[in-house]
């Protein structure tokens, strides 16, 4: 794991310049100019708005947990969302938080099983929030126009949004489709052994139907608990709206207070996320910056555009790293209290 790390932040900081350079080299004193007079109320109400981005989902994670381990605190799940912050921004398209955060739960006594179970339920919350809001987005775009100019960026988007949809529909499937699951994992691992894709047909066949009946545990719980599932979502879907917010926060901190509002903030954002999640390099870095400047470049111009990007880069993703990595190496992974 610790060579993968290393590889990854490697990659990570050699693009992370690169990108940079693109970003500064044809107006850095303007740009250095506008981040030096940013208003620090505001800058500090767009950190905060991060902060509770953290804190909600942390929030769903907690009320999850609780099911399988009542002396878990608040305190933990919050370290624990930290520091899988650090672990997706280091992974191309976040695949190192997941395995991570069943590590975590299994220090703190949460046997597997049940440790997949709970990371099932909130990454289907957090999957359905993702595409309610995308919806949203969708339909705010195509009644008020915001991006016509940029029609290849929008198609972009249909595809995301399309994809994310295609995720939470195969989840549902997956997880309440018990008969058609094993029938399809049983032909689809024939298939591959029969293509020399797969060398042992018996041990893969269990693995993967293991892996099934995990879905369908974690489905019926959520079915028997209906409110959970409501309140996961209803958290995500909070936990997003001020990260999708915090654009506008450092609109207002560079003294510009007509560019942007909250509805143009919001669907800029959840455009931005959509185009980073096809982008297979740590932290989507390169396609999230070109995002950024492509949607928010609709509204904001000049050398404030590549001040605020680089402002919201720090606070919704390197701030992260560094605050995760910290916990990682003080927590020493998450070891039972």
Same mark, same amino acid.
């Given at each position: 794991?610790?060579?993968?790390?290393?590889?990854?932040?490697?990659?990570?900081?050699?693009?992370?310049?690169?990108?940079?350079?693109?970003?500064?080299?044809?107006?850095?004193?303007?740009?250095?100019?506008?981040?030096?007079?940013?208003?620090?109320?505001?800058?500090?109400?767009?950190?905060?708005?991060?902060?509770?981005?953290?804190?909600?989902?942390?929030? =769903?994670?907690?009320?999850?947990?609780?099911?399988?381990?009542?002396?878990?605190?608040?305190?933990?799940?919050?370290?624990?969302?930290?520091?899988?912050?650090?672990?997706?921004?280091?992974?191309?398209?976040?695949?190192?938080?997941?395995?991570?955060?069943?590590?975590? $739960?299994?220090?703190?006594?949460?046997?597997?099983?049940? %440790?997949?179970?709970?990371?099932?339920?909130?990454?289907?919350?957090?999957?359905?929030?993702?595409?309610?809001?995308?919806?949203?987005?969708?339909?705010?775009?195509?009644?008020?126009?915001?991006?016509?100019?940029?029609?290849?960026?929008?198609? $972009?988007?249909?595809?995301?949004?399309?994809?994310?949809?295609?995720?939470?529909? =195969?989840?549902?499937?997956?997880?309440?489709?018990?008969?058609? !699951?094993?029938?399809?994992?049983?032909?689809?691992?024939?298939?591959?052994?029969?293509?020399?894709?797969?060398?042992?047909?018996?041990?893969?066949?269990?693995?993967?139907?293991?892996?099934?009946?995990?879905?369908?545990?974690?489905?019926?719980?959520?079915?028997?608990?209906?409110?959970?599932?409501?309140?996961?979502?209803?958290?995500?879907?909070?936990?997003?709206?001020?990260?999708?917010?915090?654009?506008?926060?450092?609109?207002?901190?560079?003294?510009?207070?007509?560019?942007? !509002?909250?509805?143009?903030?919001?669907?800029?954002?959840?455009?931005?996320?959509?185009?980073?999640?096809?982008?297979?390099?740590?932290? =989507?870095?390169?396609?999230?910056?070109?995002?950024?400047? =492509?949607?928010? %470049?609709?509204?904001?111009?000049?050398?404030?555009?590549?001040?605020?990007?680089?402002?919201?880069?720090?606070?919704?993703?390197?701030?992260?790293?560094?605050?995760?990595?910290?916990?990682?190496?003080?927590?020493?992974?998450?070891?039972?209290?």
């Amino acid at each position: 794991m610790l060579k993968n790390i290393k590889k990854n932040a490697f990659i990570l900081i050699a693009i992370t310049l690169i990108v940079l350079y693109f970003v500064l080299k044809d107006d850095f004193s303007s740009i250095m100019e506008q981040l030096l007079k940013m208003n620090p109320i505001w800058l500090l109400v767009a950190l905060l708005c991060y902060v509770l981005y953290i804190v909600l989902k942390s929030l =769903a994670f907690h009320m999850t947990v609780k099911q399988e381990k009542q002396d878990y605190t608040f305190k933990r799940s919050m370290i624990h969302n930290t520091v899988v912050q650090f672990f997706n921004g280091i992974t191309p398209f976040s695949t190192g938080g997941q395995p991570m955060e069943v590590y975590m $739960l299994k220090q703190q006594g949460i046997r597997y099983s049940k %440790g997949v179970n709970i990371i099932l339920q909130t990454f289907i919350f957090y999957q359905t929030a993702l595409v309610i809001y995308g919806l949203i987005a969708v339909a705010l775009n195509y009644s008020f126009h915001f991006f016509e100019k940029i029609p290849l960026l929008r198609r $972009l988007i249909l595809l995301g949004f399309f994809i994310n949809t295609l995720v939470v529909v =195969a989840l549902f499937i997956i997880s309440f489709g018990k008969r058609l !699951n094993h029938f399809l994992v049983k032909k689809i691992v024939h298939l591959f052994h029969k293509l020399k894709i797969v060398k042992n047909e018996e041990d893969t066949l269990v693995r993967w139907t293991e892996r099934v009946e995990t879905f369908h545990s974690c489905a019926e719980h959520l079915k028997e608990h209906k409110s959970i599932f409501i309140k996961g979502v209803l958290l995500h879907l909070l936990s997003l709206s001020f990260f999708y917010v915090i654009p506008l926060f450092l609109a207002y901190s560079m003294n510009d207070y007509t560019s942007l !509002n909250a509805m143009t903030a919001i669907v800029s954002s959840a455009y931005v996320l959509i185009i980073g999640s096809f982008v297979p390099i740590p932290g =989507a870095s390169g396609g999230i910056e070109y995002g950024f400047l =492509a949607f928010f %470049g609709n509204f904001i111009g000049g050398s404030m555009l590549p001040a605020m990007l680089l402002m919201w880069r720090f606070i919704t993703y390197y701030l992260g790293l560094i605050v995760g990595a910290i916990l990682l190496m003080i927590d020493k992974g998450g070891k039972k209290e």
